[in-house]
């Protein structure tokens, strides 16, 4: 005898593949987290770490203070996630300027407005924290925002080394042509007032007009030819070092630490 087959019990539920779907809840958890963050940064920015209490920021989403800890084991916690968006969004405007292809006065003109605008814009809270707050950091938080700080200025050396190998660099060391201009972009934040009549477009042609000596087309080209020869040569490293115990400023470090 054969075995009748039976009709599949249709009722039986597949559980679909992939991430379920979160929940309005859930999402609606997302948001909050997110506005924490945001009001964490605003206030860190106009108190200081230290003037900003737990309270202070669940106020400012209309939360209950301890609803916070739901979303963040401690302030500092907090604090950890406003530097670590501040330093993955300049990164990411960073790298648009760098996939483009220009030649490297333009590219640096670039990077310094990407930078103006990431230390200037509507976001600028979330960089204010990590030039000011670091001290409030534990060792292994510290270190992780100052590996982002590492990378982010890294993507700037090659181009200043180009503009040296052309003569159009004002400075003769990259490293530090590199270090002056971030400690004077960086110290911006203490003095620039869009209110008092000037632009970030003024800004950047400032900085540019102090570390870019201007050159004749003839001579552009033949430095051109002469960087593209020396490209693959290695950097004086004991010059590198000796201008580092010079300016007592540690060559992994690149943010000018005002409150130091």
Not at 3 to 25: F, H, L, W, Y
Request: charged share 25%.
């Amino acid at each position: 005898m054969y075995a009748i087959p039976t009709e599949p019990d249709r009722s039986v539920v597949k559980r679909p593949r992939g991430r379920p779907r979160k929940t309005p809840e859930e999402r609606n958890d997302g948001n909050r987290r997110q506005d924490l963050v945001k009001a964490a940064a605003k206030l860190f920015r106009r108190h200081g770490f230290n003037g900003t209490s737990t309270r202070d920021i669940a106020c400012a989403v209309g939360m209950h203070s301890g609803s916070l800890f739901c979303h963040f084991k401690s302030k500092d916690a907090l604090l950890y996630e406003v530097m670590q968006k501040g330093m993955r969004s300049a990164l990411a405007r960073q790298t648009i300027v760098l996939l483009s292809e220009h030649d490297a006065a333009t590219t640096l003109r670039q990077l310094i407005r990407s930078h103006f605008d990431t230390l200037l814009g509507p976001n600028s809270d979330f960089m204010h924290a990590v030039l000011y707050e670091s001290r409030s950091l534990n060792t292994q938080q510290r270190n992780v925002i100052a590996k982002l700080q590492g990378d982010y200025e890294a993507a700037w050396t090659p181009v200043l080394q180009e503009l040296c190998l052309t003569g159009c660099l004002q400075v003769e060391v990259p490293l530090l042509a590199r270090l002056l201009i971030f400690g004077a972009l960086n110290w911006s934040v203490q003095w620039f007032d869009a209110k008092n009549g000037r632009s970030r477009d003024d800004l950047i042609d400032a900085v540019m007009a102090l570390f870019i000596r201007k050159r004749s087309p003839a001579l552009q080209k033949q430095a051109l030819g002469v960087a593209s020869a020396a490209r693959s040569e290695e950097l004086d490293h004991q010059a590198v070092d000796r201008i580092g115990l010079l300016i007592g400023h540690p060559v992994a470090r690149i943010w000018h630490d005002a409150a130091g």
